[in-house]
C-alpha cells in the first residue's frame, strides 16, 4: 500500500534541488556572521508555575518550546532540550531544566522535524497521564517508539480537555525524519481556546483532564471567541512560510495571543516557501488579527545564515514601518514568563 503524501495549500511545493543546495552550501563560505548576541536567560519562576491552576502563562524554553498553562492545563509545545542540532550546538541553555517542568497533561507536536521533536525529551517529559498530540500520519511512528497515548489530528480538527479547546490548523512547511518518510505525515498549527459549555472551573478541568475522552475528535469551522474575563485564544503556529492561512484562522478565531517564528530564513531564496521572514512573520501577525505576538524559532539552533540579532533588528524596523505598537510585541528571554492575568485582562 503506497504511503500517504501530504500538501500545503495550493500545493506549494518547499522541495529543493541538490544544485540549490550546493549553491547555499557555497554562498555560505563567504558568509561572517556576528553570534556575540545571545537571547537573554531569565532565572524561571519555578514556585509559580508549579503553583498556578488561574492565569494563563507562557514562558519560552527556547526555538519552539514553549512550557504553557492554559485554563488549568500543563501544555508543553515541540519538546526539544537537545544540547546539539545534528553537528550544532545549542547557542543558550533551555529556559527551565528539564527536570524542573511541572507535570504535563498535554504534548502538542507541531511536524516531525527533529528541530520539534526530540525522542529523547519527550521521554523524560512524558506520563501515564500526559496526552500527545501529533499531526496526522504521525500516530503510528509515535506508537512504534513507545508513546501508546497518543492522538492524531487533520487540519481543522478540534478536541477537548477539560475546559480547553484544541484545534489543529494548517501551515506551510514540510517533514521528513528519514530517507523515507518525507511528507508522510502532516504539520501545522494549535489554536487554544476555553471550552464554553465547560462548567468546571481551571482547578477542577486539571484535575479531570486525564478522564476526558480524548477519541471525541471532530472536524469543521470553529465559529467560537474569547469570553469576557476567560483566557485569551492562544495560536502557536509551529512552522511556516508565510501563507493565505494566516487570514483564514484570523477568520476563524478571535486571537488574542500569537507564537510566532521569525528565523531560519536566511538565504531567503532557499527558505521562502518553508519559513517567514520577520517581516512576513508581521505580516501574518497583522493579516491573522492577533492581539500580541511573541517571537519564537530564533536564537536557539543554527539552522540557516541569519542570526538572532539580524531576526530581531529585522523584526523592530518593519514593526515601526507598520506602525504597530511596541507593546504588541513581547519578545520574551530563555525562562522568561508572560503571565495574563484573566480577572484583570492583563499581561504580567
Sequence with gaps: MPKIRYNNIDNVSTDKTLKEFKQWREQRRSKVKDYSYTVPKHPPELDYLHANRDDTSITWIGHSTFFIQYYGLNIVTDPVWAEKM????????????????????????????????????LRKLITAKTLLIVPDGLKRKMIRKG????????????????????????????????LFDTNTSHWGGYVLESNHSATNSAAESAATTNNQDESSTESGKDETSKTSGGPPVLYFVGDTGYFQGFKTIGERFDIGVTLMPIGAYDPEWFMTSQHVTPEEALQGFVESGSQLMVPMHYGTFKLADDTPKEALDRLEVERERLGIGKERIRVLGHGETLRIHHEEGKQG
Design 86 to 121: 545534528g553537528f550544532q550546538r545549542r547557542l543558550g541553555a533551555p529556559g527551565i531544566p528539564i527536570q524542573d517542568i511541572p507535570p504535563l497533561d498535554v504534548i502538542l507536536i507541531s511536524h516531525s522535524h527533529y528541530d520539534h521533536l526530540h525522542l529523547a525529551s
Design 147 to 178: 508513546f501508546h497515548r497518543c492522538q492524531e489530528m487533520k487540519w481543522w480538527d478540534h478536541m477537548t480537555l477539560g475546559g480547553v479547546k484544541i484545534t489543529f490548523v494548517p501551515a506551510q512547511h514540510w517533514t521528513r525524519r528519514t
